[in-house]
């Protein structure tokens, strides 16, 4: 059974960081392309940042230059590294895996985390 675990959510002001963690089990990363999205409040998912297990990586326009999406296969973990954090940041951040198609499409992922919130205040 696969399934996938975030955790590193909370609060922080504008301008501060944070660091989510997704860890993995039931199933090897180092086989699969990762990605993060988010869902703000009365808002659709969407994805911010994707990690094929080639080491490519790609981000939405709105995070580039903040965010990184670095992974352990040592750890069969995916990180999000969160900088310069805005209040437009603030949702539910989830973590996916196993895409088989467009990489920003939420039916392209066959697995998901339960989600991690952030609050960004300003």
């Known amino acids: 059974q696969v399934q996938l675990q975030e955790s590193g959510g909370g609060s922080v002001q504008s301008g501060g960081s944070l660091k989510l963690s997704c860890v993995a089990s039931g199933l090897t990363i180092r086989q699969y392309s990762m990605a993060w999205f988010r869902q703000a409040p009365g808002k659709e998912r969407e994805g911010l940042a994707y990690?094929?297990?080639?080491?490519?990586?790609d981000y939405r326009d709105s995070v580039k230059g903040r965010f990184t999406i670095p992974r352990d296969n040592a750890r069969n973990a995916l990180y999000l590294q969160m900088e310069r954090l805005k209040p437009d940041d603030t949702g539910t951040y989830y973590c996916?895996?196993?895409?088989?198609?467009?990489?920003?499409?939420?039916?392209?992922?066959?697995?998901w985390g339960r989600g991690t919130q952030v609050t960004v205040s300003s």
């Open positions: 990690s094929g297990g080639d080491g490519y990586t």
């Open positions: 996916a895996t196993a895409a088989s198609g467009d990489i920003w499409f939420v039916r392209t992922y066959n697995y």
